[in-house]
């Protein structure tokens, strides 16, 4: 299995919840999903990166006035990607099922 980062994991989740989304967006979501925030930029080297293993595809949007007439890219998540964190799933899930809780001598402060 090709190996995944923990922000290239979240970034693909919330783009597999079925929108197209810009980074902003992603951002907006990152932010409520994890009450953390994250920068643009980070969110632009993930996606970009992504985009070249196949997992994400992009596109500019529709012009807005908002933003002077200019185009937003907008992202969504591939079949590869989907197939990518559902295989992640599945070896986390495994792996999960076999831990068990820490008795109190395996602690240590």
């Known amino acids: 299995m090709e190996t995944i980062g923990t922000l290239e994991e979240i970034i693909l989740m919330i783009l597999l919840q079925g929108e197209k989304l810009n980074s ?4 907006k979501q990152y932010e409520g999903s994890l009450s953390k925030s994250i920068s643009i930029p980070a969110i632009h080297v993930v996606l970009k990166r992504m985009e070249k293993k196949g997992w994400v595809k992009s596109e500019f949007g529709i012009p807005t006035a908002e933003r002077g007439g200019r185009r937003k890219r907008v992202y969504w ?3 590869q990607g989907y197939d990518i964190i559902q295989a992640l799933n599945e070896v986390k ?3 999960w099922q076999s831990v068990t809780k820490p008795t109190l001598e395996f602690i240590r402060i």
């Open 77 to 79: 998540a591939t079949s």
């Open 93 to 95: 899930t495994k792996m």
């Open 24 to 27: 902003v967006d992603i951002a």
